[in-house]
Each structure stands twice: as structure tokens, then as C-alpha cells.
């Protein structure tokens, strides 16, 4: 073993608080608790830090990673290039050690020789016999298998320096309850800590130390504060079918509402969810909970949004306020189901066949999906059309740092326009798609509110303002003319984009979603190369009036997006009329998320070439 | 004939219900349907049946997908709230409604595309998921609105007006609906408003979910005599496996029937249903038995009708749910938010 290190030793990489440990391992192997256990005592440890799951459409035997990017400064992006590699899955050992940066380190079970052609001069080996460890020390066959798992943290905790105890209080945080447990995890991370303290120069000089980073702050999977978003934006039905990586959103609603959402007297529940047939039911079902007045939602991804198109199409010209939540993951037709994109953005903002168009909102941390999550049942309510939460993979499924959620008791949900009964004894005569105030948002009655006022017959087929079936075709371009004022009143109800706060820079960078976790890297790294931009997020489609200010106040714009066909830049052009001059793509769509690195390269380039093309120069 | 406005007129001897409205008051507007479709005898059933029961209007939502009897809602109860959803879904939409709020009286209406065919995924899992509704399946066996092709529920043999003859074995709405576990199912013909409206009011009161395929010919593409589901067929070959009567809650029992004769089954709110044996010792109670009748008379080329099967014993979704008392849509702010504290606390689950 020593040989081994000997033999391969170089200067090995010197960080504090700012590198990349990746863990390779084997689907179904229980890797993912050991591994979010590592992460999460970083995070307790104040440094920030950013894991990425890359997994596959698998249950077990398959190859999956889990990479988590620490950064003292607080980049909670993808970086290239891995600094430490635990090595676990001989399927890819060798993909992975070549991944490794020079200088790097690679953990390997070395109960097992390591082939020779695994063997680099550049990078350092740290070999721990993980499975005789875990024989001697084990006596159940699934214990050997999963304390290897927590051998290799309690080992790393000793290479990087991480708070023994810390570590400890996770396995007495995620095994509460089952006190059975706690000893024997304690002992295997005991394990791996003394044996790489007896056998190595701990700590590595890839180290971490304490920090503060991380005051008030919390860390959390997109998907949980979605479904928490939910039950706080009083979401009473949620129609779903399973589509990963959509699934834990009702999950963790389901979770929440058996939570909170029990009555108190009786113990009967205060929602209701049903796992339906497919998503064209599942839609079809939080639309007519939502046309009955209660606040619904379903949650899919691309192929369920593909299914999902003609009973959007009905939700906007019949005016049925209703949620979904489409968390993207990488299409055409299955694609990757468990790599993320933001691929489904022109598929949804014109959802439907015919004239259509869709409320999006663009959640880049887990407290935005928390926040729209529960604002989207306000803003369908209000709008009376559908509100689609464009979240991905990535940000749904991965845990991030983001600011604690919080919830303003004052506030009180906006059900929109809807008349009640006494409401209802005072008008004359009710029409369903009446506009009384100009804006385009007509008056809605639920089913059995009166006697004798404010029944209605809602249609997918053309109709009048009293709901009334008509081939006129004046008549139905009236409404369609009204649709169209509608979502020009909605743009008021969506949340604004986000700029920068530098401005007057001749180049701007336009982005939305988790593409937003490479930016500030992004701005700082051209900074020092002496290149200023200024930035806007947008946050929701239709787009607000600034976003066309911003591009026209800049010479040119990058757009950038995770996807092959530009879309985001296609919506720009067709909505605001942008010239195809104005800007510039900057794209990934590989299924992992964007880096700050490709970025920044592709601006550099794109730089480079203005300048000698002449363009640049003023 | 839907350039004219329907009439307002009211006899002056046209008797009030018990909750003081006339028919008029169930009625919606004038139909669109060819004249003689069997679909506006359903409609004028609907009507009956409601005013009859005085089921107040308004409490009532009417669901329905696509297709020519997807237009029936509007022709009853014009004071309900009515959804013409989409193509084969409006079992999911009756669904999500009926989630929604417990408390109204849900009646779904569809046709044989619509739920034997393009809907027929939705249909199975409707019943399945027990949802407390009124589900007519409005059967003719051809695609009237795309002008006659032969549908699912199309017998083997039987032909169209064009003389389209069906190659493949019938789907059976009723069976189907009593194998899936449908607490209430029965079968009618759209010209027997005498069997037709007792068996509404019975489906209307059951608590669960009630199915009822009901024969209404096409007269404009599938009447001919080599059709099964034209009158001529439906007339001389329906057999009704009972009689039936309802008797709302609210009603005194008059009726008498010699012993022996009847049977009676009282519905959850106390209206009863009476049946009256027609000397094959029907029991609608037993489910093997009643699929064994359906099938022997279809092998006579007899159409089985009536209350084919009931079971009161099984639960709605709410009640399977354990959903509050309360309908999920009235619910308020108060009710529904848990607040900032909590939220805390959950934060600190995150940390």
C-alpha cells in the first residue's frame, strides 16, 4: 500500500475550502446517504458547498455519481475537473481517475490491486482496503456492503479535515429513532478516520476548515420546497402520475400535508391526492378540482408535458386556473430522464395546438420554487389560465444552499375574480367571459353558488361572452383578442426579472433558471480580466417590459440557456421582437449542469472574434 | 335548430315539485341533436328524473367529454354548472371536480367513442377510483358527429347505414363498469323512459360511483335493420332482468306489490328502490350472477336492461381519502396555511 503512494506521489494539490470531491459508485450500493452525509457535513461546517447527483435510469448495478463542489467564495456551480476522486465503481475507475486533475487525489478500495494501467504519475493515490475492513469488522452481508460507503467519509474526514464531530451528530440527526444504528455507523466512520490517520499524512493540504459562510442558511432539494410551496399556497389536489425526476414533489406534498394538513378534531385530511392512470388524467383532474374551486396541481416532465397538451389548451381558452410543475429533465421522447435541460421552454410557453400561450415562472434556487410554488396558485387564480413552474433536474433533485423560506402571516391568498352568491344577487345578468374591467380577466363562479345566477357551461369549443357555443367568427376573435389582453395583464402578476446591480456596460448576459448558479462566478472571473457586464434573470414568461429594455440598451446580449435550439433566444425574438443581431447563444446541453468555465470561454471567444471582425472595436 | 330561442312558456297547470319548481326549471336549452337521436330522450329522462326527485338544480354539475352526446348537458338544467372537457377525459375531469367538493350531485355524460374508445383508459379507472357521480354512457354504436364509423361498443356483425359491417367483438360498457368494481350499473334504452327514469333517480341517490349504459339509436347513421343498437333491434330485443321503481327519501311508500314479488333495496339516504321480478329470480346483488345473466342474454342476441348490479356496502373516494367533512374548495386561508412558525421548525430540519 505504501509502495503504492511512494511510487505515485506527487505535490499534491494545496486548497482550502475551494475544490471538487467526486464519488463513483454503483447504483443500489446505498451510497447516496453516505455521500449526502459528506455534503451535508461541509455544510455544517459553514463552507458552502454545491452536490450534484448524476445518476442513472436505473435501480441498481449501474453507474452513478455524486459530485460536490465546495467553494469558500460561495460558487454554487458545476466546475470542471475533479480535485478528489472516491473511486468505487470498477466499472468506470478508469473514465474516473483520468478525470482528476494533476496534483488530484484518488480514494480506491484497495482490497483489491489496483491494474497498472490505472496507475497515473501525476496524481496521488490514497488506497483504503474497504472491503476487508468491512469483512472483519461486519458480520451481516448487507452491513459489509453499506459501511464501505461510511468507512470512505469517516477516511475522507480524516484527509480533509473535517469536524469528527459534526459527522457524528448527522448519524444521530438521520438515524433518529432508530438508535440501533447510530453505533454502528459511528464505528465504521471511526474506521476509515483511524486508518487513514495511521497510514497517511492527515490532513491532506486539500483541506477544509471552518467557516461562516453559511449562517441562517439552509440546504435543500428543490422538489421538497416545491411540495412545501404547495401545501403553503393552499394547493388542496394534487393529480400526479410518476415521472422521475418530477416524482418527489408530490412526495414531499404528500409528506408535508400529513404534516400539517390533518384536522385537528376529526384527524381527516385537508387534502387530496391521487396517483392517476397517465398525465392526461392527472392534468385533467387538478382542471376540474380547479374549475370546482379548489387550488390543484400536478407535477411531470417532458413527456408528461407532451401529454399534457390538449387539456392546456382547454385550461386556457375555458379560463380553468390550474399548476403544474414540469421539472425538466433532457428530452426529444425519453431522452435522458435523469440529466437535466431547460428543454421544454417553447413546448410550454405555447402549449396546445392553436393560438396559445402559458404563464411560465423560472425558479433558479429551492426557496424561488418554494415561493412560486406558492404564488402560482395565486397568479392562476388570478389569471384564470394555466401557471406552469419551470423548475430541472438539476435544481429539483439536487440539495443547494439558498436563504431560509419564510411565509408573511399577514398574507392572505388571492382567489382572483370569483363571485359569490350575494355578488351574484346583484348583477343583472352574468356573463362568464365578460370583460367588466378591461383587463382582459372576466368574473367565475364555482359550481352551486346560486339557485337561480351564475351557472355556465365551460367549453373547449368556441364561445361568447355568456359561455355560449358560437361559430361567429367575429365574435370568437373577440375573445381571442381578450386571451391575448389577459396574458398582457398577467405579466403584472409575475414575478419581475432580476438585474444586476452594475449597468450602462456595453454587453449583458440574459439567463433563467439554474443557469443562474455559474453567474456570479462568471461576472467575477471576467471582472478580473478587466471585462464588465451587466446581467438580467429573467423570471417569467410572458416577459416583462424590461427585459426588452435591457437588451436594447446593450450592444449586444448573450443569451444563455441549457438547451440545442436556443429556445430561450427564440421567445426573446418572437415576443420582443429582438433583431437576431442583438444576440449571441451561449449553450449546453450535455445534461449536466452549465459551468462557469464554458461560459466564459464562449464569451471570451465570441470577444475575440468581434474584435477582429471590427465589430468590437468603438 | 339551434337559430330559434327555446321557448319560455310555462303552462299555468304545470305542477310544482316539492322545492316549488316546475320542469321548465330543469330544462336546458333546445337541442342541436338530429330529430328522433335517442340522446334527447335521455336528456328529457334527465329532466323527469331531477324535477321528480326535486333535486335542486344549481347542486348539481354536469361533466361530459366530446362527441354528439357530449352536447347533452346543455339540453338539461341549464342553473348547473356544465363542463364540456375534452375528447375520452371526462372521467378525470368529473374527478378532479368531484375531489373538489363532495357536496353537489355529479352527472357525467359520455358515449361510446368517448369512453369505449379514445376514453376507454380514463373510464376503467374512473371506476376504479369510486368517484360518487352519475356516469350515462349515452351508446349508439357509431360516431354520429364524424358521420357515422362503427364504434367500439359496435356488435360483431352488426352494420351501418353505409353498410360498414363490424369485424371485432363488441366492448360491453356494463360489464366492464361490474368487473371493475362499479357499486351501481345498469343498462336502458333511451325509448323506455319508464325504466330509464327510476334508474337515474336510483343512480343520482347512490352513493358511489353509478354507471348506466344507455341504448340511444343514431336515426341518422345507424338505424338500419341490420344495426344492434337501431330501435328496431333495441324494441324487440331488450329484456328488462327487472322492473324497477324509485321512491325518493322524502315520499310516503304507497305502492304495494303482491308478496313475493318484489324486492326492495334502500338506498343510503332512505329512498328505496323497488324491483319487480320479472320470473327469472333476478338478484342484482350478486355480482357473478349478474355478468352470467348479461352474457346469456347477449348470446340469445337479447340486450339485458335494468339495474344490472348493485353493492352498497363499498366506499367513495372521500371516504377512502378520510378528506375532511368539509368540501376541499371552501376551505380557507386559516384552514389551509400552517404558517411562519412551522415553518421554521422545517427550516431547522434543513440545517
Redesign the interface.
Known amino acids: 500500500m505504501s509502495e503504492l503512494i511512494q511510487s505515485s506521489q506527487v505535490a499534491g494539490l494545496s486548497k482550502v475550502n475551494d475544490f471538487v470531491v467526486k464519488f463513483a459508485n454503483v447504483n443500489g450500493s446505498g451510497s447516496a446517504s453516505a455521500n449526502s452525509m459528506f455534503a451535508k457535513a461541509v455544510f455544517r461546517m459553514g463552507i458552502p458547498i454545491s452536490p450534484h447527483n448524476i445518476f442513472p435510469s436505473n435501480i441498481q448495478g449501474l453507474p452513478t455519481w455524486y459530485e460536490v463542489r465546495i467553494s469558500e467564495q460561495g460558487y454554487l456551480g458545476r466546475r470542471e475537473g475533479v480535485d478528489l476522486i472516491v473511486a468505487m465503481n470498477e466499472q468506470t475507475i478508469g473514465k474516473d481517475i483520468a478525470s482528476v486533475v494533476p496534483g488530484g487525489y484518488v480514494l480506491y478500495d484497495s482490497s483489491k490491486v489496483l491494474a497498472n494501467e490505472l496507475l497515473r504519475d501525476d496524481v496521488n493515490y490514497l488506497p483504503i482496503p474497504l472491503k476487508d475492513i468491512c469483512l472483519e469488522e461486519f458480520e451481516k452481508p448487507a452491513q459489509r456492503q453499506l459501511f464501505k460507503n461510511i468507512v470512505y467519509v469517516g477516511a475522507l474526514s480524516a484527509f480533509l479535515n473535517i469536524d469528527f464531530e459534526v459527522l457524528t451528530g448527522l448519524v444521530g440527526d438521520q438515524f433518529r429513532g432508530k438508535e440501533k444504528l447510530i453505533l454502528p455507523n459511528i464505528h465504521a466512520l471511526e474506521l476509515g478516520h483511524h486508518y487513514a490517520s495511521d497510514n497517511f499524512n492527515c490532513p491532506l493540504s486539500l483541506q477544509l476548515k471552518k467557516s461562516d459562510k453559511n449562517k441562517g442558511k439552509i440546504l435543500v432539494d428543490g422538489n421538497t420546497a416545491t411540495g412545501l410551496g404547495s401545501v403553503y399556497g393552499g394547493a388542496t389536489v394534487a393529480a400526479w402520475y410518476p415521472l422521475t425526476p418530477s416524482t418527489s414533489v408530490v412526495d414531499n406534498f404528500s409528506k408535508y400535508c400529513q404534516r400539517l394538513r390533518i384536522d385537528a378534531g376529526t384527524g381527516k385530511k385537508k387534502y387530496s391526492i391521487v396517483q392517476a392512470e397517465d398525465e392526461l388524467a392527472a392534468i385533467g383532474i387538478a382542471i376540474g378540482a380547479g374549475w370546482n374551486g379548489a387550488r390543484a396541481f400536478t407535477a411531470t416532465s417532458g413527456p408528461g408535458i407532451s401529454l399534457m397538451q390538449e387539456f392546456l389548451g382547454l385550461a386556457y381558452f375555458s379560463e380553468v386556473p390550474v399548476v403544474l410543475f414540469n421539472i425538466q429533465r433532457v428530452g426529444p421522447s425519453t431522452g435522458m430522464p435523469t440529466r437535466s435541460q431547460q428543454g421544454d421552454l417553447l413546448c410550454c410557453a405555447y402549449a396546445s395546438h392553436g393560438d396559445t400561450k402559458h404563464a411560465l415562472l423560472f425558479p433558479a434556487t429551492p426557496k424561488e420554487c418554494f415561493d412560486y410554488a406558492a404564488s402560482a396558485f395565486d397568479i392562476a387564480d388570478r389569471i384564470q389560465s394555466p401557471v406552469i413552474v419551470m423548475s430541472d433536474l438539476e435544481l429539483g433533485m439536487n440539495e443547494q444552499i439558498c436563504e431560509p423560506l419564510n411565509w408573511d402571516d399577514k398574507s392572505q391568498y388571492d382567489r382572483g375574480k370569483v363571485l359569490n352568491a350575494e355578488q351574484l344577487e346583484e348583477i343583472e345578468k352574468y356573463g362568464r367571459y365578460l370583460d367588466s374591467d378591461g383587463d382582459g380577466i372576466p368574473y367565475r363562479t364555482y359550481p352551486g353558488t346560486h339557485p337561480s345566477k351564475g351557472s355556465y357551461f365551460t367549453r373547449g369549443s368556441s364561445h361568447d361572452s355568456y359561455a355560449a357555443y358560437t361559430e361567429d367568427g367575429t365574435v370568437y376573435a373577440e375573445v381571442m383578442d381578450r386571451l391575448t389582453l389577459k396574458m398582457k395583464t398577467a405579466v403584472d402578476y409575475l414575478p419581475a426579472p432580476e438585474f444586476s446591480e452594475s449597468t450602462g456596460n456595453r454587453f449583458g448576459l440574459v439567463y433563467l433558471g439554474t443557469t443562474a448558479s455559474a453567474i456570479t462566478e462568471v461576472i467575477d472571473d471576467l471582472a478580473k480580466k478587466g471585462i464588465a457586464l451587466d446581467t438580467l434573470r429573467i423570471r417569467a414568461f410572458p416577459f416583462h417590459t424590461s427585459v426588452t429594455e435591457f437588451i436594447d440598451a446593450h450592444e449586444l446580449v448573450y443569451v444563455i440557456e441549457q438547451n440545442r435550439d436556443a429556445q430561450l433566444k427564440s421567445l426573446l425574438k418572437i415576443e420582443c421582437n429582438i433583431q437576431e443581431e442583438k444576440m449571441r447563444s451561449i449553450l449546453s446541453y450535455d445534461g449536466v449542469l452549465i459551468t462557469a468555465q464554458h461560459i466564459e470561454k464562449s464569451i471570451l471567444e465570441s470577444m475575440q472574434t468581434l474584435e477582429e471582425s471590427g465589430k468590437a472595436s468603438a | 335548430m ?1 337559430y330559434i330561442n327555446k321557448p319560455k312558456f310555462k303552462h299555468p297547470q304545470m305542477q310544482a315539485n316539492d322545492i316549488g319548481l316546475t320542469r321548465r326549471e330543469y330544462e336546458g ?1 333546445l337541442t342541436t341533436l338530429c330529430g328522433g337521436c335517442g340522446h334527447d330522450s335521455i336528456s328529457a329522462a334527465i329532466i323527469q328524473a331531477a324535477a321528480d326527485m326535486s333535486l ?4 348539481v ?1 354536469k ?1 361530459s367529454g366530446i362527441g354528439c352526446s357530449s352536447k347533452i ?2 339540453y338539461f338544467l ?9 375528447h375520452g ?1 371526462m ?11 363532495k ?2 350531485y355529479y352527472i357525467g355524460i359520455s358515449g361510446d367513442g368517448d369512453s369505449a374508445s379514445i376514453g376507454l ?2 373510464f ?2 374512473i371506476v376504479r ?1 369510486r368517484i360518487n357521480m352519475l356516469y350515462i354512457v349515452a351508446n349508439n354504436g357509431t360516431y354520429g358527429l364524424t358521420k357515422g364509423q362503427l364504434s367500439a361498443t359496435a356488435d360483431l356483425g352488426s352494420k351501418t347505414k353505409s353498410g360498414e359491417e363490424s369485424q371485432f367483438d363488441n366492448i360491453d360498457m356494463a360489464t366492464l363498469a361490474i368487473e371493475l368494481g362499479a357499486s351501481f350499473v345498469a343498462r336502458s334504452f333511451s325509448g323506455d323512459k319508464k325504466q330509464l327514469i327510476p334508474l337515474i333517480q336510483a343512480g343520482l341517490t347512490h352513493k358511489g360511483f353509478a354507471f348506466i349504459d344507455v341504448i340511444s339509436p343514431c336515426v341518422t347513421f345507424n338505424n338500419t335493420d341490420f344495426s344492434t343498437h337501431g330501435y328496431k333491434n333495441t324494441w324487440e330485443n331488450h329484456v328488462a332482468l327487472s322492473g324497477v321503481d324509485f321512491v325518493p327519501m322524502r315520499e310516503e311508500i304507497t305502492t304495494s306489490y303482491a308478496p313475493g314479488k318484489e324486492k326492495e333495496i334502500t338506498l343510503h339516504d332512505g329512498s328505496v328502490v323497488h324491483l319487480h321480478k320479472t320470473g327469472n329470480n333476478y338478484d342484482p346483488t350478486d355480482k357473478e350472477n349478474a355478468l352470467h345473466h348479461i352474457n346469456e342474454h347477449k348470446k340469445q342476441g337479447k340486450i339485458a336492461t335494468g339495474l344490472l348490479y348493485i353493492n352498497q356496502s363499498t366506499s367513495d ?2 371516504e377512502l ?5 368539509k368540501p ?4 380557507s ?1 386559516q ?6 412558525e ?3 421548525d ?2 431547522n430540519t ?2
Not at chain 2, 335542486?56 to 347542486?59: A, G
Not at chain 2, 372521467?91 to 367538493?101: E, Q, Y
Open positions: 339551434s336549452t335542486e338544480p344549481h347542486r354539475a361533466i348537458p346543455s341549464s342553473k348547473a354548472h356544465g363542463f364540456n372537457s375534452v377525459r372521467p378525470s375531469v368529473a374527478t378532479g371536480a368531484n375531489i373538489a367538493n357536496e353537489l383508459g380514463q376503467c379507472h377510483r373516494l372521500h381519502q378520510e378528506t375532511v367533512d376541499l374548495n371552501s376551505l386561508n384552514e389551509l396555511c400552517p404558517g411562519s412551522a415553518l421554521n422545517i427550516n434543513f440545517r
